[in-house]
């Protein structure tokens, strides 16, 4: 069956421009979290989706950066008037619905972003 | 502040070697996780655990509560093991979504 699908894989573009970037779960995961990794750190957690709960989005860096889910099914990550600080790996995670310890989150390959 | 803490950033090792890649967390957690980053990138649940211990081929995953502690053991580590293994955990109190994550155990195992 197919995984988590992320898309772009790669995305470069200018300082400011706005973005957008894809993940489409996989079908019947309830739950999708976003998180960030940049170059040479550790991964940092963005915003989390469960259902039609009001999503956790006390993750995210500042209000230049936004989410939505359709559903339960595909998530996008928007990210206004880019800078240079964003550039960083973006990734994508869906897991059946949250029952704590018990469920594995199933990982994207991710979207690079570089911002010039 | 609530952090995870790996030990050691960096593991290379000969094959067939045991090796043990350990993750201590500040407060009381719900689950914690180990993670398997390949060299490309991608990402890899090995284990969630919130008690005990677990076992998958020759990964074992431990955890003591009381101590706030887990360790992720390989035995008879290959070549193919290499890549970076990253702990992470669910406070109590957090967010469902909302985990933390070690900076990651880069581990090379030489043939």
């Known amino acids: 069956g197919a995984g988590v699908s992320q898309s772009p894989s790669n995305k470069v573009t200018e300082k400011g421009k706005d973005v957008e970037l894809r993940c489409d779960p996989i079908s019947g995961h309830t739950a999708l979290y976003w998180y960030r990794q940049r170059l040479g750190q550790g991964l940092e957690f963005l915003i989390y989706?469960?259902?039609?709960?009001?999503?956790?989005k006390s993750g995210l860096p500042s209000d230049r950066f936004s989410a939505e889910r359709t559903g339960e099914s595909v998530s996008t990550l928007t990210i206004q008037r880019t800078q240079q600080e964003d550039s960083a790996v973006y990734l994508c995670?869906?897991?059946?619905?949250?029952?704590?310890?018990?469920?594995?989150?199933?990982f994207g390959d991710g979207t690079r972003l570089s911002i010039l | 502040k609530n952090e995870v803490e790996q030990s050691p950033q960096n593991l290379t090792a000969q094959e067939g070697e045991f090796i043990t890649i350990n993750c201590s967390y500040s407060v009381g957690i719900s689950a914690l996780h180990w993670l398997q980053q390949h060299p490309g990138g991608g990402i890899v649940s090995l284990f969630m655990l919130s008690s005990g211990k677990k076992k998958h081929g020759r990964l074992i995953a431990t955890i003591n509560i009381q101590e706030k502690h887990s360790s992720l053991h390989i035995t008879a580590s290959h070549p193919r093991d290499s890549a970076v293994y990253i702990c992470a955990v669910l406070f109590d109190g957090g967010s469902q979504g909302n985990l933390i994550f070690g900076k990651g155990t880069k581990l090379s195992v030489k043939p």
């Open positions: 995670a869906s897991s059946l619905g949250f029952y704590r310890g018990d469920q594995p989150q199933h």
């Open positions: 989706f469960q259902g039609n709960s009001a999503p956790d």
